[in-house]
């Protein structure tokens, strides 16, 4: 069962606040003290934590995401291709 580990990290006397999903075998093998929190210099909300494995990180929800994304938009652009679009309007046009 994954958890929810929420961390905050402060850059420039400014505190931001995180959170990421880790399995709870991870987050039994890690030193929550000694953790790494990597951020990005221009916006620096966007942090994920270091030291984990590929799939157990932000990095890799973030991937399976644009993964479903580029699905969904090709089915739609798939639709509207090649789809009987005037026949969808006159049922659905009104």
Known sequence: MPRKLIYSYKVDDKVFKSSQNISTE???EINIDDVIIYYNKTFVNFSM????EERNS???D?????????FFF???FSLYKFGNID???KI???
């Open 26 to 28: 991870i987050l039994n």
């Open 49 to 52: 934590i270091g030291g984990l």
């Open 58 to 60: 932000k990095a890799w």
């Open 62 to 70: 973030n991937l399976v995401g644009m993964i479903i994304c580029g």
């Open 74 to 76: 090709l089915f739609t």
């Open 87 to 89: 026949k969808w309007i």
């Open 92 to 94: 659905y046009g009104g």
